[in-house]
T-cell receptor, first 115, second 109 residues
Framework: GAGVSQTPSNKVTEKGKYVELRCDPISGHTALYWYRQSLGQGPEFLIYFQGTGAADDSGLPNDRFFAVRPEGSVSTLKIQRTERGDSAVYLC?????????????FGSGTQLSVL | TQLLEQSPQFLSIQEGENLTVYCNSSSVFSSLQWYRQEPGEGPVLLVTVVTGGEVKKLKRLTFQFGDARKDSSLHITAAQPGDTGLYLCAGATGNQFYFGTGTSLTVIP
């Protein structure tokens, strides 16, 4: 596609449930980032993929959060045993991986609401 | 953990006024970017500055990277309602981008 696509755009779940959030990056972009954003705040880094491997997962808040990118394209962020504090907008971004002049292209995000 | 502090957090001004947004950190960054985000959308890149002391202009927007590459500013001249949005700075270090706390700008017609 022309841009980064995130699905679903909205997800409502109950406390304790498992959720998966999907990100389709721009074709050819080797780098993929996941961020979490609370209302009116800056995005908080979660994990960064270069190709299929997680180059940096230091932002994942705990072991309930996990992300994969098995073929170096689509990525899935997985959250187990969701808690109300997990409610936020989850943003995905992709880039060509040219440091330091990286250009991140963001999707519109998934609004996760944990009731 | 957000390494970059932005000020002010909220700003409401009249159309035609000038404004400056600041982005400060105690960390050194290899590059710094500014984004604008509108409700329901992801951030959109405005500019990247790489060299300490660098100044870039984008129409009515002027961006400056501090000499020590720890801070940056965004100056908007003659603000317009279309400038309304959440402005975010992001510093690159290692292979990560750390985003600032954000400045929510409202330009009143």
């Amino acid at each position: 596609g022309a841009g980064v696509s995130q699905t679903p755009s909205n997800k409502v779940t109950e406390k304790g449930k498992y959720v998966e959030l999907r990100c389709d990056p721009i074709s050819g972009h080797t780098a993929l980032y996941w961020y979490r954003q609370s209302l009116g705040q800056g995005p908080e880094f979660l994990i960064y993929f270069q190709g299929t491997g997680a180059a940096d997962d230091s932002g994942l808040p705990n072991d309930r959060f996990f992300a994969v990118r098995p073929e170096g394209s689509v990525s899935t962020l997985k959250i187990q045993r969701t808690e109300r504090g997990d409610s936020a907008v989850y943003l995905c971004a992709s880039s060509l991986g040219y440091w330091p002049n990286e250009k991140l292209f963001f999707g519109s995000g998934t609004q996760l609401s944990v009731l | 953990t957000q390494l970059l502090e932005q000020s002010p957090q909220f700003l409401s001004i009249q159309e035609g006024e000038n404004l400056t947004v600041y982005c400060n950190s105690s960390s050194v960054f290899s590059s710094l970017q500014w984004y604008r985000q509108e409700p329901g959308e992801g951030p959109v890149l405005l500019v990247t500055v790489v060299t300490g002391g660098e100044v870039k202009k984008l129409k009515r927007l002027t961006f400056q990277f501090g000499d020590a590459r720890k801070d940056s500013s965004l100056h908007i001249t003659a603000a317009q309602p279309g400038d309304t949005g959440l402005y975010l700075c992001a510093g690159a270090t290692g292979n990560q981008f750390y985003f600032g706390t954000g400045t929510s700008l409202t330009v009143i017609p």
